[in-house]
């Protein structure tokens, strides 16, 4: 960087626009610790089968209004659980974005299934739905649909239309924990969903996942994978003791995480090199109506896509907590995939996403406006010296 232009910059030994400090994450709760000292008190954590976990599975399930919820080892097994338990199969093509979480590609593969590539919605970070179909051949036996950054995919239509032609859909819900979709939690939608517990997720043990379904047979194709003399793919009972606590909260917290996303949005609006709108542009705007997002990563785009990693630098200077988005897809090998369409978008999604997590929108007002400001400072950067 020119310091000339950036004297007043943090990175560049400047005063760091934020002062305070994101609210801690996991949240140390009363309840939590009394969670875990019960199953201290009555030996359950150490045990195979307790209290702890079979309430978890039972709050799950009404939680997310299915009759199976299958708990195992984090979210990315979950995805690959979900597949297995779809009935997917090795030779099967398994369709999902160009822009998603890596493990999901991952788990294709270790099927031994071929992952087809879709690009997401413009300007956003979710599958396009009205390109799913040119994807589909003799081989698609399923699809994996990803809510990702606070978008909602449209995974009910999605849904309707896999059904019709005999397409299994699994709905990762793994970064959307306590969101709707209409009137539906996210993830119970499709002939799977998965969850996903990991240290920084917004119900965390730590590590761990789940699926959910409604289909006595999914559950019975995991069962017959994963039993191999005992679940090669366990939740603990220690870390079932601390979601419990934490998925009686979850809508409260996730109502704060929305207020604050909107609150943030808003203070954001009018920058030269940074957008949160776009995306959200049309009628089926996910802050808006029928919906409720879930926010585990808060996006901002970025212009300087050429220069994203200074940026972030930059931003991270000033204290905020921001990292890039997903690599995506669009550079993986047609020895490993097919690619259905162009990936446009998907390749936009990789090269300008932001991503703030999520604890900071569970800080205050005046946390939200300083955040603000540090986006305003190198705003104001990239404007003068670019």
């Known amino acids: 960087m020119d310091k000339k232009l950036n004297q007043h910059l943090a990175v560049d030994g400047g005063t760091p626009a934020v002062t305070k400090s994101m609210p801690a994450w996991p949240p140390d709760w009363p309840e939590i610790r009394a969670s875990v000292q019960q199953a201290l008190d009555d030996n359950s954590w150490g045990k195979y089968h307790a209290p702890p976990l079979d309430q978890l599975v039972e709050l799950m399930a009404a939680y997310h209004g299915v009759d199976h919820v299958w708990p195992c080892s984090s979210g990315t097994v979950a995805v690959e659980l979900a597949l297995r338990g779809c009935g997917v199969n090795h030779g099967d093509e398994v369709v999902l974005a160009g822009y998603d979480f890596p493990g999901n590609f991952r788990a294709i593969e270790a099927i031994g299934a071929t992952p087809v590539l879709v690009d997401v919605r413009p300007g956003g970070w979710v599958v396009d739905a009205d390109r799913l179909q040119r994807a589909f051949t003799q081989k698609t036996r399923a699809v994996i649909v990803s809510h990702l950054h606070g978008q909602l995919a449209d995974v009910a239509a999605i849904a309707s239309?896999?059904?019709?032609?005999?397409?299994?859909?699994?709905?990762?819900?793994?970064?959307?924990?306590?969101?709707?979709?209409?009137?539906?939690?996210?993830?119970?939608?499709?002939?799977?969903?998965?969850?996903?517990?990991?240290?920084?997720?917004?119900?965390?043990?730590?590590?761990?996942?789940?699926?959910?379904?409604?289909?006595?047979?999914?559950?019975?194709?995991?069962?017959?994978?994963?039993?191999?003399?005992?679940?090669?793919?366990?939740?603990?009972?220690?870390?079932?003791?601390?979601?419990?606590?934490?998925?009686?909260?979850?809508?409260?917290?996730?109502?704060?995480?929305?207020?604050?996303?909107?609150?943030?949005?808003?203070?954001?609006?009018?920058?030269?090199?940074?957008?949160?709108?776009?995306?959200?542009?049309?009628?089926?705007?996910?802050?808006?109506?029928?919906?409720?997002?879930?926010?585990?990563?808060?996006?901002?785009?970025c212009s300087k896509s050429e220069i994203r990693a200074e940026v972030i630098a930059a931003l991270q200077a000033e204290g905020v907590p921001v990292d890039a988005g997903f690599r995506g897809f669009t550079k993986r090998s047609p020895r490993r995939c097919r690619q259905a369409t162009d990936l446009t978008h998907s390749q936009r999604a990789a090269d300008g996403t932001l991503l703030l997590h999520h604890p900071a929108l569970l800080g205050d007002s005046q946390y939200l406006g300083e955040l603000a400001s540090a986006f305003g400072k190198v705003d104001k950067w990239l404007s003068v010296s670019q």
């Not at 289909?215 to 220690?238: H, M, T, W």
């Open 161 to 301: 239309s896999c059904q019709r032609q005999g397409i299994a859909v699994v709905e990762d819900a793994c970064q959307v924990a306590g969101a709707s979709v209409t009137e539906r939690r996210a993830g119970s939608a499709g002939d799977a969903g998965t969850l996903s517990f990991g240290g920084s997720k917004l119900l965390t043990a730590g590590r761990g996942g789940a699926v959910l379904t409604q289909r006595a047979e999914v559950v019975q194709r995991i069962k017959v994978f994963a039993e191999r003399g005992n679940d090669a793919f366990p939740l603990s009972q220690l870390q079932a003791a601390v979601l419990t606590p934490q998925l009686k909260r979850l809508d409260a917290m996730t109502q704060q995480r929305l207020a604050s996303a909107i609150e943030l949005r808003q203070l954001l609006q009018g920058l030269d090199h940074f957008a949160t709108s776009d995306h959200f542009a049309t009628s089926d705007d996910p802050w808006i109506g029928p919906h409720r997002p879930a926010f585990y990563k808060f996006p901002v785009w």
